[in-house]
């Protein structure tokens, strides 16, 4: 599973490579934060499903770049 601890440069470089859109790009952000899936889907907003999917897609774009 993949972990979002990432730093500031390397978040960056993972927008950039992986062509994050912007809500993805946000997800991302707030993860490395250590914002919880419930309060993340609260903000973009989203329901925790789609949230899910969002999630799962993100987690393929950066196992790809890294």
């Known amino acids: 599973m993949l972990n979002f601890d990432f730093t500031k440069e390397e978040y960056e470089l993972i927008k950039e490579k992986a062509m994050l859109n912007a809500q993805l790009s946000k997800i991302l952000e707030m993860k ?35």
């Open 32 to 66: 490395i934060k250590g914002y919880s899936n419930v309060e993340i889907a609260m903000a973009i907003p989203l329901s925790e499903r789609t949230l899910s999917r969002r999630l799962k897609q993100l987690r393929k774009k950066i196992e790809k770049v890294l």
